[in-house]
Every structure is written in structure tokens, then in C-alpha cells.
T-cell receptor, first 112, second 116 residues
Framework: QKEVEQNSGPLSVPEGAIASLNCTYS??????FFWYRQYSGKSPELIMF????GDKEDGRFTAQLNKASQYVSLLIRDSQPSDSATYLC????????????FGPGTRLSVLP | DAGITQSPRHKVTETGTPVTLRCHQT?????MYWYRQDPGHGLRLIHY???????DKGEVSDGYSVSRSKTEDFLLTLESATSSQTSVYFC???????????????FGNGTRLTVT
């Protein structure tokens, strides 16, 4: 069973706050984890990827991976109204031809 | 943006008619994918290709076929469109499978297909 779960939201945070987005996955063999942002009516665009346990920072974004607990999270610091979008978690599934499975996405709304 | 062009961008067709969607890339990436995106289901893999003439099925392949005669082109065909195939279709490319070698998916702009 290949499952990637996310809270659908909407998640509402005030401008300037930290937004925390979570993703859990079922396949313990998964090795690659990606976060995409999708604005309404647009295509998904890559934010960042992570392969190793721990934190990875890129500007205002931090990805956190815990393979033992099978979750990956995305923190957005100093949230801006322009961050309002749907955030998709993608996980590679070895038993699925190494293809990616996407979570349903979490809709984030940053309130001015 | 990665050099990925999908055509057409919008299409309305009638039930039972054949439809072909085209994905063209200029990145010379080996892997190409077709996904559909529906409310409540997220992105689901239809078919993918790992080289010229090398394709395989994804999660929701019933009713769809694909062809890849050149590295740069990946075609998705609905042999006889049904209303359940009304969706937004995204093409994606990657240099390697499974995100290896820091190779994520890059998406085209999508095709909105409506089957009436």
C-alpha cells in the first residue's frame, strides 16, 4: 500500500508567523522527499527536497525529515500572503517503480 | 521554467471521441510522466516513460495509452473519452527516477480537459 497523507486544511496563519505543514508516508523504503507549491490554476513548482534525517534550510523554508517516524514536514518562517497556496508532499515509493506518490496537499492561507 | 510545453492547454470534447494530449520537452530528460489532478485525489500517475519506446503503467492507467517515439515527445491518448476523464492533466519530466541524483519532477503548465 503506497500512501502519503497530509492534512487538507485550510491552514490559516497570520502574516509573519511560522506555518507548519506535515506529511506522513507508509513505505519505510522511501528515500526521496519533495515539497511542491501549487497556486490555484497553476502547475506544481518545486520548493525543496530532502534525503537525510534532520533539517534542511533554504531561505524561509525548512524541511524536516524523520524516517523512523515516517514523516516529513515543511516550515515556512515569516509567512507572507504570497505564500498562500496548496503545498504538496511527494515521496518516492520503491515498490512503485521508484515513482513518486503525492499527498492530497494542504491549503495554506496567510492572512494580512 | 523547465522547457516543457503541453498542448492543447484547454480542450472540450464529447464522450466517445478520441483525444490526444502532447508533451514536448527541450531538456533531454530521460523520464517523462503523465499525471491527472482531481479534487480530493491529488496528483495521480497515469503512465510514465523511461526512454524512447519504453513506457509503463501508473496508478490510474485504464482508458489511457501513451507513446514515446522521440526523447522530447510523450503523447497521452484517450481512445474513447468518458466524463470520468474530465480532469487537469500534467506532464512532468525528470532526469532520473525516484528523485535520485537530486532529480525532482518538473511540471508542464497542464491541460484542462472537459468531456461532455
Amino acid at each position: 500500500q503506497k500512501e502519503v497523507e497530509q492534512n487538507s486544511g485550510p491552514l490559516s496563519v497570520p502574516e509573519g508567523a511560522i506555518a507548519s505543514l506535515n506529511c506522513t508516508y507508509s513505505d519505510r523504503g522511501s528515500q526521496s522527499f519533495f515539497w511542491y507549491r501549487q497556486y490555484s490554476g497553476k502547475s506544481p513548482e518545486l520548493i525543496m527536497f530532502i534525503y537525510s534525517n534532520g533539517d534542511k534550510e533554504d531561505g524561509r523554508f525548512t524541511a524536516q525529515l524523520n524516517k523512523a517516524s515516517q514523516y516529513v514536514s515543511l516550515l515556512i518562517r515569516d509567512s507572507q500572503p504570497s505564500d498562500s497556496a496548496t503545498y504538496l508532499c511527494a515521496v518516492n515509493i520503491p515498490d512503485y517503480g521508484q515513482n513518486f506518490v503525492f499527498g492530497p496537499g494542504t491549503r495554506l492561507s496567510v492572512l494580512p | 521554467d523547465a522547457g516543457i510545453t503541453q498542448s492543447p492547454r484547454h480542450k472540450v470534447t464529447e464522450t466517445g471521441t478520441p483525444v490526444t494530449l502532447r508533451c514536448h520537452q527541450t531538456e533531454n530528460h530521460r523520464y517523462m510522466y503523465w499525471y491527472r489532478q482531481d479534487p480530493g485525489h491529488g496528483l495521480r500517475l497515469i503512465h510514465y516513460s523511461y526512454g524512447v519506446k519504453d513506457t509503463d503503467k501508473g496508478e490510474v492507467s485504464d482508458g489511457y495509452s501513451v507513446s514515446r517515439s522521440k526523447t522530447e515527445d510523450f503523447l497521452l491518448t484517450l481512445e474513447s473519452a468518458t466524463s470520468s476523464q474530465t480532469s487537469v492533466y500534467f506532464c512532468a519530466i525528470s532526469e532520473a527516477a525516484g528523485g535520485f541524483r537530486n532529480s525532482p519532477l518538473h511540471f508542464g503548465n497542464g491541460t484542462r480537459l472537459t468531456v461532455t
